[in-house]
């Protein structure tokens, strides 16, 4: 009778860094996603053009930019000003109004210089909200509003979708987003009514630049 033959020594998923699974499995795809993107964004150029396409290359390759920094331990690349924020926010939202048929739309009130890991806590903030109001509102309108006052800055968030006591689903991203307030000594608040949903980031601006004195 053979003997029996030992077990297979599995590496398990607790074994191997969140860094690396992503570099070795989304990266790739999310890098397969870009350059097939690319070839119809030239396809398409090359006949009408249709900015969609294009939009889309532009969301892909900043996804694809933020994770092989992130798999690599770094900070994904963020703007340094609230208005350059605003910029970038607007540019990956477009294709938003025309895949889900859901307007977004911006407001900005002043300005500042601010460290690029707020910048992107700031992203972080406005494509949960916009996820929420797809997700679990059915919105078709999302006004988000920029607010620097001498004190502190104001990210609100208002849609018009269906109002939802947040749920276990919800709730992890809501936290996500307390915890990335929490390092700026910050906090987030969420409200509702038979007119929407408002989520609210208010992050003093001593809590901004003590931090960033302090690194």
């Not at 930019?65 to 208005?83: F, N, W």
């Not at 972080?124 to 502190?152: C, P, Y």
Request: net charge negative; proline share 5%; hydrophobic share 40%.
């Amino acid at each position: 009778m053979a003997a029996a033959e030992p077990a297979p020594d599995w590496v398990g998923p607790d074994d191997v860094s969140i860094g690396r699974q992503l570099h070795d499995i989304v990266v790739p795809q999310l890098f397969v996603l870009t350059t097939g993107l690319t070839a119809l964004r030239r396809r398409s150029e090359s006949r009408s053009g249709d900015p969609l396409v294009a939009d889309l290359v532009d969301t892909a390759t900043q996804a694809l930019s933020d994770l092989r920094a992130i798999s690599r331990g770094e900070a994904a690349k963020s703007a340094d000003r609230v208005s350059s924020v605003v910029t970038r926010l607007e540019t990956e939202t477009r294709t938003v109004g025309q895949l889900a048929e859901c307007a977004v739309i911006f407001e900005r009130t002043g300005d500042a210089e601010i460290p690029p890991e707020f910048g992107l806590d700031l992203v972080a903030f406005v494509w949960e909200a916009i996820a929420n109001a797809l997700r679990h509102g059915n919105a078709d309108h999302v006004a988000i509003f920029f607010v620097v006052h001498s004190d502190e800055f104001v990210v609100r968030a208002h849609d018009d979708g269906a109002w939802q006591e947040p749920t276990d689903a919800w709730g992890s991203g809501i936290r996500g987003l307390e915890e990335r307030a929490a390092r700026w000594r910050g906090h987030v608040s969420v409200s509702g009514s038979p007119g929407g949903t408002q989520i609210e980031l208010r992050v003093p601006r001593d809590g901004v630049y003590e931090r960033r004195t302090c690194r």
